[in-house]
């Protein structure tokens, strides 16, 4: 159990050098912001407890540097046991350093759902995104261990601060950090047994699921930048020699270094820049295999699919998933053969269809954002992070 208490291990304050997983390298105070500051950009619908300071943080993680935003309570008498710490998992921004949230307000915005409400709020941006080298996306191992990280960073920025902590911790996230919170879930008891997560939930989240997947690169569409992103990051993650997988590869890459979903000041988003015309991005033989299954020289995809599936894991804390019945991105019946899968294998699955639900008004969002399920989620969590010991 970690103390409240500051104390003089190396890692109890930021170190530009250090290489412990969760080691805390560089903190940037980036402004206290009173709740009454922050109830001027809320919708009408949501409602806060308090204000909070916005820190950017950098933090290590299994051989990696990434960034995190947290947000820390501005409260006039901290809870007797300390804060609870939430790691809130974002959703696909894009491959490039473009594409950080962290010292945005999309960041303060993500960790501020659980900081203006009395936790500790941490969103990170997974690495390579605003760090060096190449962002795994959707590669399960890096993005539980980089979740699992931001928890154990923002404990030390806590006590670099004198926050008082209660060593208990939740991870929630969106479509990708769906993905990353639940391959958190699979790595916890193994990767970082030490932190007492008490609860991880998701909404609408990736499973990668290979048979999912290849139904979707039978067809033309906006869906097309995520499968770009993904053979590109797998392709860059774990090393390609095989054969050809795009018509124009030094255009594909310079489009995943430079643009996100969103035009950040290039004129170029990734759904301009992909397109929708699957023969346009991917070469024929690539587009073969992946729509058959009979992968042949592309067989490593194969292997990478099964890597990075979310399945049934040893279970460690409660699970809930949220998902819309109206999502186009994650469509429910992704969701739905998730958790029965899950339940199959003997796990406990709190499942949650919302009527009218799309990809991106259920939970899990911005603090600013009034979501279909944003209070009865956060009480969920805030539940069993204060629930007594067993």
């Known amino acids: 159990m970690d103390s409240d208490v500051p104390d003089s291990r190396p890692s109890a304050n930021p170190d530009a050098s250090c290489i412990?997983?969760?080691?805390?390298?560089?903190?940037?105070w980036l402004g206290d912001f009173a709740r009454d500051f922050l109830a001027f950009e809320l919708d009408d619908d949501v409602t806060i407890d308090n204000g909070y300071a916005v820190w950017a943080i950098r933090y290590w993680t299994d051989g990696r540097e990434s960034l995190a935003t947290v947000t820390l309570p501005l409260v006039d008498r901290p809870p007797a046991d300390g804060f609870h710490i939430v790691a809130n998992n974002h959703g696909t921004t894009g491959l490039s350093d473009a594409c950080a949230l962290t010292g945005t307000p999309a960041g303060a915005g993500l960790a501020g759902l659980f900081g203006a409400r009395g936790m500790i709020g941490v969103a990170s941006d997974y690495p390579g995104i605003g760090t060096e080298g190449a962002h795994p996306y959707l590669v399960a191992e890096s993005e539980a261990r980089a979740a699992l990280d931001?928890?154990?960073?923002?404990?030390?920025?806590?006590?670099?601060?004198?926050?008082?902590?209660s060593a208990r911790y939740a991870l929630v996230g969106l479509s990708q950090g769906g993905h990353a919170t639940l391959a958190a879930a699979k790595e916890h008891s193994l990767y970082a047994p030490e932190l007492d997560v008490r609860a991880f939930a998701v909404t609408a989240p990736a499973t990668m699921w290979e048979e999912s997947w290849r139904v979707g690169i039978d067809a033309d569409g906006p869906h097309l930048p995520?499968?770009?992103?993904?053979?590109?990051?797998?392709?860059?993650?774990?090393?390609?020699t095989g054969p050809p997988i795009w018509v124009s590869p030094t255009e594909i890459d310079t489009l995943m270094e430079s643009a996100c979903l969103w035009d950040v000041?290039?004129?170029?988003?990734?759904?301009?820049?992909?397109?929708?015309?699957?023969?346009?991005?991917?070469?024929?033989?690539f587009l073969e295999a992946f729509r058959s299954g009979v992968w042949g020289e592309y067989n490593a995809f194969e292997g990478w699919f099964r890597l990075n599936r979310i399945g049934p894991y040893t279970q460690t804390a409660p699970l809930r998933i949220y998902q819309g019945d109206a999502d186009l991105v994650v469509p429910e019946a992704s969701s739905r053969l998730l958790v029965e899968s899950l339940r199959a294998a003997g796990q406990s699955v709190e499942y949650v269809v919302v009527e009218g639900g799309t990809h991106v008004n259920v939970a899990f969002g911005f603090v600013s954002q009034a979501e279909l399920r944003t209070e009865e989620s956060i009480a969920w969590i805030q539940e069993r992070l204060d629930a007594p010991e067993e």
Do not use: K
């Open 150 to 165: 931001s928890l154990r960073a923002a404990r030390i920025l806590a006590r670099f601060t004198r926050t008082p902590v």
């Open 265 to 285: 000041g290039t004129g170029v988003t990734l759904f301009d820049g992909v397109g929708t015309e699957r023969e346009a991005v991917f070469t024929p033989a």
């Open 20 to 28: 412990n997983d969760g080691c805390l390298r560089a903190a940037t």
């Open 226 to 240: 995520y499968y770009a992103m993904v053979a590109w990051a797998w392709t860059q993650h774990y090393g390609w």
